[in-house]
């Protein structure tokens, strides 16, 4: 779990041994196939260049690839590469924001422990250690390795007036509501299916509760107060032609 700005807590599924472990070896078939045709490219060369000399840039391209593949998609995919994306997972910072290039340079420079029996064990053992799975490089960078879950989409019949919620009818005029109010609510309806059952609870206690009153919006018998915030966000939006 992690404290955003807006100090609300939010939690993350740290990834399991065995997605990243299937997701590191996509990742190396990813990698071969692109060797198999530097190699391929490479014997093309050698027929019109010094083969010491091609030999030389096949190394160098295998040796920079080896990291290059990992830090340039960590960085530039938002923390996946291919085999992260096919696997559902991604790398964070330790405080749940993107991954930067510092931090995707620091947990790949330890990359080729992977490939020493004695070092991989030992981040294996680091994995286990921590209560956020975290490998050498992870321990290094300062990030995390998550899982994230795939959508479920769920349809609903639109109302009869798209874009009127359903209880809109328990909102008064928002006469006096602010565009500050109005983000503040937005947003905690935004992150509101993310917040554990105590922080929902305070964050009615403490944003929705003193606005419903000021508004003298009236609660609905068996709805919850999520619903109402939803309804005022749609109404002052569609009022103020924020949407």
Wanted: charged share 20%; net charge neutral.
């Amino acid at each position: 779990m992690v404290l955003t700005p807006e100090k609300a807590v939010v939690s993350f599924s740290i990834a399991g041994v065995g997605g990243r472990v299937g997701a590191h070896l996509i990742d190396a078939l990813v990698l071969f196939a692109f060797w198999w045709i530097v190699i391929i490219v490479a014997g093309i060369a050698g027929l019109v260049m010094d083969e010491n000399l091609v030999g030389g840039l096949i190394m160098m391209v295998v040796m920079s690839s080896l990291f290059l593949y990992f830090i340039l998609f960590e960085w530039l995919m938002g923390g996946q590469t291919l085999g992260k994306k096919a696997m559902g997972l991604r790398v964070l910072s330790h405080d749940g924001t993107p991954v930067t290039l510092r931090g995707a340079v620091y947990r790949n420079l330890l990359r080729p422990a992977d490939f020493l029996p004695v070092l991989y064990f030992a981040g294996f053992i680091a994995m286990f250690m921590n209560e956020k799975s975290q490998r050498l490089g992870d321990l290094a960078a300062g990030t995390i390795v998550i899982h994230e879950a795939r959508p479920n989409p769920h349809y609903q019949i639109t109302p009869h007036h798209a874009g009127i919620h359903p209880f809109e009818h328990s909102i008064g005029p928002l006469a006096t509501m602010s565009m500050e109010e109005y983000f503040a609510i937005k947003r905690l309806c935004d992150r509101f299916p993310e917040l554990p059952p105590t922080v929902q609870m305070r964050s009615v206690e403490e944003v929705w509760k003193p606005f419903a009153e000021k508004e003298r919006i009236e609660p609905l018998p068996g709805v919850h107060p999520v619903y109402q915030m939803e309804a005022v966000v749609m109404k002052y939006g569609r009022d103020r032609r924020l949407f």
